[in-house]
DNA sequence: CGGGGAAAGTTACCATGAGTAAGATAAGCA
DNA sequence: TGCTTATCTTACTCATGGTAACTTTCCCCG
């Protein structure tokens, strides 16, 4: 990418404050202030959007934003576990009170799907990495989502009474599955959420349940 | 990170070699030495490996790397399109002249494991983004996975006389599916890559088959 | 043969962005 | 009232991707 092209940096530094400490002892600005205009730079602004343009978006300065939040890995952490409450919210509603049933299943990744599509650039920011420690950046980011699934499918094949064993495996496979199809769906060269939620289904469907002859 | 931790960013530019066309026309350095030198540099460094330090070790400078691989992006691709090429070896060399059945599953997802397992910091490098194009980018190496194996898929699905239309989701699903297990395999919490491996395989199995009474 | 592009390198540079040190101002306590 | 401390902004450093400018050799054409 050329860097010369920079159609988009304006970003005028427009903290109209005098240096020093504050009248009153400290801004009233917390890490959720910062989160909130981090995540309105990064809709508009893509997912390179930058700890300066956050902080001027929360109209304060960058090493505010590493007091509050911390470093630049650590406030896309704090954006994933939003993210990450937000799908959790998004396909508890669309569970609520159903058994698990192929279709329940179905509509579980479809609310996923059409979570992240709400979130299309967070979700790129987030699961994005920064070259650098990425691997246990990304990896603690699917840990998030990973972990309570792999508590909650345990606690069925222990209750269907199959190998538990399994669960661990089946969390952070699902988690991957969804990220790498969710990124297929945000490109725009999938077939709709849908269809892609209902074909997740099927591919998983009968293995999770585990209702076979053989085997 | 903090940045003035630099304990291996000696880096002598060690190009001991005068400016201007060198005698003899041109050096005799093309992509594949580049290459080599980028994978040396990565398994040393890790994936935060710089162009800088690849053409250093390469014995060339910046530009050229430029000018026989191009941008980072691309170097990244170019390595994506040999670890993949290394990675279908290896599992075409563990599937030789086998009929498809849960076993050899298993061993196709093991083989992968271990063959990342084998590449390190070479998957964290293809895997992990630059934090820019990192969208397309991400999905454009999956593609190159996934696409075969869709491929494959499809005509498969065809010959037992089921729906393929499926093709494309489950191959998205499967390598996002070993991509993350994959890292956290690497990270070294998980279980052996066996045990990890007949997990999958168990997953996967009755949904791929598709051989069951009700659906 | 000799000279003037063109080709093919290296050096030196720019822009950007993460992270931090230094400077400025108000609070608060003796 | 004055000194210390807390809390900001400004101004910097450093690393790195990418490129422009300079340098040397080739090679072809007269």
Same mark, same amino acid.
């Given at each position: 990418?050329?860097?010369?092209?920079?159609?988009?940096?304006?970003?005028?530094?427009?903290?109209?404050?005098?240096?020093?400490?504050?009248? &009153? $002892?400290? /801004?009233?600005? %917390?890490?959720?202030?910062?989160?909130?205009?981090?995540?309105?730079?990064?809709?508009?602004? &893509?997912?390179?959007?930058?700890?300066? +343009?956050?902080?001027?978006?929360? &109209?304060?300065?960058?090493?505010?934003? =590493?007091?509050?939040?911390?470093?630049?890995?650590?406030?896309?952490?704090?954006?994933?576990?939003?993210?990450?409450? *937000?799908?959790?919210?998004?396909?508890?509603?669309?569970?609520? $009170? *159903?058994?698990?049933?192929?279709?329940? /299943?179905?509509?579980?990744?479809?609310?996923?799907?059409?979570?992240?599509?709400?979130?299309?650039? /967070?979700?790129? =920011?987030?699961? %994005?990495?920064?070259?650098?420690?990425? +691997? !246990?950046?990304?990896?603690?980011?699917?840990? @998030?989502?990973?972990?309570?699934? +792999? @508590?909650?499918?345990? *606690?069925?094949?222990? %209750?269907?009474?199959?190998?538990?064993?399994?669960?661990?495996?089946?969390?952070?496979?699902?988690? $991957?599955?969804?990220?790498?199809?969710?990124?297929?769906?945000?490109?725009?060269?999938?077939?709709?959420? %849908?269809?892609?939620?209902?074909? /997740?289904?099927?591919? !998983?469907?009968? &293995?999770?349940?585990?209702?076979?002859?053989? $085997?």
């Amino acid at each position: 990418m050329k860097q010369t092209d920079h159609m988009s940096s304006i970003e005028m530094s427009s903290v109209s404050r005098r240096p020093g400490r504050p009248r &009153g $002892g400290h /801004l009233d600005i %917390g890490p959720d202030v910062i989160l909130d205009a981090a995540e309105r730079v990064i809709r508009r602004d &893509g997912a390179s959007a930058s700890i300066d +343009a956050v902080a001027a978006e929360a &109209g304060i300065t960058k090493p505010i934003v =590493y007091a509050r939040v911390g470093s630049r890995a650590e406030l896309a952490n704090a954006l994933a576990d939003r993210l990450a409450s *937000r799908m959790v919210t998004a396909t508890r509603e669309s569970m609520a $009170g *159903r058994t698990f049933t192929r279709e329940s /299943l179905a509509d579980f990744m479809k609310a996923n799907l059409v979570t992240v599509l709400d979130h299309r650039e /967070l979700f790129l =920011y987030v699961t %994005g990495g920064s070259t650098d420690q990425t +691997a !246990l950046s990304r990896l603690s980011l699917a840990e @998030r989502s990973a972990t309570p699934l +792999a @508590r909650a499918l345990e *606690r069925w094949r222990d %209750g269907v009474g199959r190998d538990p064993g399994v669960a661990g495996t089946w969390a952070y496979a699902m988690v $991957g599955m969804l990220q790498m199809v969710s990124l297929w769906v945000i490109d725009d060269t999938s077939p709709d959420p %849908g269809s892609v939620a209902d074909h /997740l289904a099927e591919l !998983l469907w009968w &293995g999770l349940a585990g209702e076979r002859s053989s $085997g």
